[in-house]
């Protein structure tokens, strides 16, 4: 089925540790973002890329990092983990810019501990 | 920051009943769209309206944008217990790339 794919779809990490949440998608979109949802807050973007080998920060990049060698593909790397980052992770695509609406995935939920 | 800030944050009606949600932005913008998520779900789109649309439809859902009064709103037509989720709005600010998100409104349909 085309669409987002998120993995893993849970996390535990202690302080410290590093991890890659992975994102691809199968509808060559370039617009591809990632956004971290916590309760009462809304979405809030991190990061993200109009097409591939261009990446931008959003609101909240600190402690993340982001690459994008290809179209489909759209990691997102926790540097070193900390408590603050417990969320849940959405990956969203669209086919150009902001006139088009996102497709998202599942999403990852992320404890850090 | 938040741009788009929805009306009520919270709303439980009977089913079969007709739900409305509102949303209202700060700045001049190129188009709004209307998400809808499952509980523990991504969110699904809805609608997107441009700033030169005044109402748009798909199915049961009607929404519409005033652009002089910064505002717009979600009529779910005939509610069903199939949608109970949290409602979002979004909307551009000027920007090409980032979507500015509101907080949401959590619609709860009682049998």
């Known amino acids: 089925n085309a669409g987002v794919t998120q993995t893993p779809k849970f996390q535990v990490l202690k302080t410290g540790q590093s991890m890659t949440l992975q994102c691809a998608q199968d509808?060559?979109?370039?617009?591809m973002s990632w956004y971290r949802q916590d309760p009462g807050m809304g979405l809030r973007l991190i990061h993200y890329s109009v097409g591939a080998g261009i990446t931008d920060q959003g609101e909240v990049p600190n402690g993340y990092n982001v690459s994008r060698s290809t179209t489909e593909d759209f990691p997102l790397r926790l540097l070193s983990a900390a408590p603050s980052q417990t969320s849940v992770y959405f990956c969203?695509?669209?086919?150009?810019?902001?006139?088009?609406?996102?497709?998202f995935g599942s999403g990852t939920r992320l404890t850090v501990v | 920051s938040q741009q788009g800030e929805e009306d009520p944050q919270a709303l439980s009606i009977q089913e079969g009943e007709n739900a409305t949600m509102n949303c209202s932005y700060k700045t001049s913008i190129n188009n709004l769209q209307w998400y809808r998520q499952n509980s523990g779900r991504g969110l699904v789109h809805l609608i997107l309206i441009r700033s030169n649309e005044r109402e748009k439809h798909s199915g049961r859902l009607r929404v519409t944008l005033d652009t002089s009064k910064k505002s717009s709103s979600l009529l779910i037509t005939a509610s069903r217990a199939a949608d109970t989720a949290s409602y979002f709005c979004a909307t551009d600010e000027d920007s090409n790339y980032q979507l500015i998100w509101g907080a949401g409104t959590k619609l709860i349909i009682k049998p």
């Open positions: 509808m060559n979109h370039e617009y």
């Open positions: 969203a695509s669209s086919y150009r810019t902001l006139s088009y609406g996102y497709t």
